[in-house]
Structures are given as structure tokens and as C-alpha cells.
T-cell receptor, first 114, second 114 residues
């Protein structure tokens, strides 16, 4: 049973527009969330994270929003650039004692069209 | 950000061979992880280590083994490779200095077993 779900396998966006990638989770124990970006044949690169005590975190063109009541988070990329084309993974973890593992979604492939 | 290295990047090998995938990190992180990922699927944790001489199996059953004799080194070994082991193997280490675990990934090893 997937605890972290990315329901859109792919997304196409025009260059300069906003990209919105969505992620849902089921485990209420999760208290922090991360987004990773992955190019083919490379390892995931950490993008941005958010703690459950916040509802928004911003870093340059990337903003993550968290809606705890809906168990939903989203990554906004503004403006989108062709170099953003990659697979984006949502991950969740909880800071319980001795627990350092992350649970990943299946990823959303973003294509930014020039 | 962690510097984490994996070798080889690509490996094609015959059934029954013994292989070792190397992973090293230079940031002094205590925690290290091995994931397996197939195209379009989530990352599955197969092994992790919280420090020297500590190793645990992850959520996904794997016929591989790991060792952690030095902080910086976390190799993964397959005693007898099979076609079902064909996959991408990703090594990661994590930093908990900010109170939340952020995992940083190596570039991955893409394994093809014929």
C-alpha cells in the first residue's frame, strides 16, 4: 500500500509558465517532506523540503506548499525552464526516535516545452 | 551538500558472477542507504546503516549484502547475479544536523545482468 502517491505520471508545461506537481500521503506520522529532481541515468538531487509545522517554503523559483488536513503537498516551479525537464519525486519522513527512513512516490515526469 | 560517489556507473555482467557496487561519501555522514529503482517506479530501500558496524535490511527484500567497516564506505555485494537483479542502484547518505534527515544521492549504478 503506497503511503506517498504522485498520481500524475507526467506533466507538460510551456516554458515561462508555472509547473505544479502534486503529492498525497496517507501516513499521519510523516512530519517532513522533500522534493527531489532526477535526470535519466543520474541520482536524485535534493530540491527543497518542508516541515509539518509550516505550510509554505520557498527557494528561488521553487515553492512547496503543505496542506496537512488534506495530506497533500505541491511543488510550484515559476517560471518553468527547459532545464527543469526531469522526473520529480516526492518523499516523506518522520522524526520519531531512531527513524531516518524516507518513503518515496513513483515520480512525475515534467516536460517543459520551449 | 554531500559529495557521494558510486562506481561503476554502468555494469553489464553475466548470470552467476559476483559483483560489488562501491559507494563512498566524504561528508562524514553517519547514515547511509542503498535503494533500488526501476523506470517509472518509486525508490525502494534495500539496505541502510546508521553507523560503523551497523547494517539493516530495508523494506524491499534483496539478495544483496552490505558492510560498513568505515564511515565513508558502504559497498553492496551480489554473490551470484541474476537477470532479476537488473535495475538502477542508488546510494545515499544523510545529514541530520538541521534536525531533519535530508538524504543526498550518488549518481547511481545501472546494472544489466544477462
Amino acid at each position: 500500500d503506497q503511503q506517498v502517491k504522485q498520481n500524475s505520471p507526467s506533466l507538460s508545461v510551456q516554458e515561462g509558465r508555472i509547473s505544479i506537481l502534486n503529492c498525497d500521503y496517507t501516513n499521519s506520522m510523516f512530519d517532513y517532506f522533500l522534493w527531489y529532481k532526477k535526470y535519466p541515468a543520474e541520482g536524485p538531487t535534493f530540491l527543497i523540503s518542508i516541515s509539518s509545522i509550516k505550510d509554505k517554503n520557498e527557494d528561488g523559483r521553487f515553492t512547496v506548499f503543505l496542506n496537512k488536513s488534506a495530506k497533500h503537498l505541491s511543488l510550484h516551479i515559476v517560471p518553468s525552464q527547459p532545464g527543469d525537464s526531469a522526473v520529480y519525486f516526492c518523499a516523506a519522513g518522520y522524526s520519531g526516535a531512531g527513524s531516518y527512513q524516507l518513503t518515496f512516490g513513483k515520480g512525475t515526469k515534467l516536460s517543459v516545452i520551449p | 551538500e554531500a559529495d557521494i560517489y558510486q562506481t561503476p556507473r554502468y555494469l553489464v555482467i553475466g548470470t552467476g558472477k559476483k559483483i560489488t557496487l562501491e559507494c563512498s561519501q566524504t561528508m562524514g555522514h553517519d547514515k547511509m542507504y542503498w535503494y533500488q529503482q526501476d523506470p517509472g517506479m518509486e525508490l525502494h530501500l534495500i539496505h541502510y546503516s546508521y553507523g560503523v558496524n551497523s547494517t539493516e535490511k530495508g523494506d524491499l527484500s534483496s539478495e544483496s549484502t552490505v558492510s560498513r567497516i568505515r564511515t565513508e564506505h558502504f559497498p553492496l555485494t551480489l554473490e551470484s547475479a541474476r537477470p532479476s537483479h537488473t535495475s538502477q542502484y542508488l546510494c545515499a547518505s544523510s545529514d541530520s544536523t538541521r534536525g531533519r534527515e535530508t538524504q543526498y544521492f550518488g549518481p547511481g549504478t545501472r546494472l544489466l545482468v544477462l
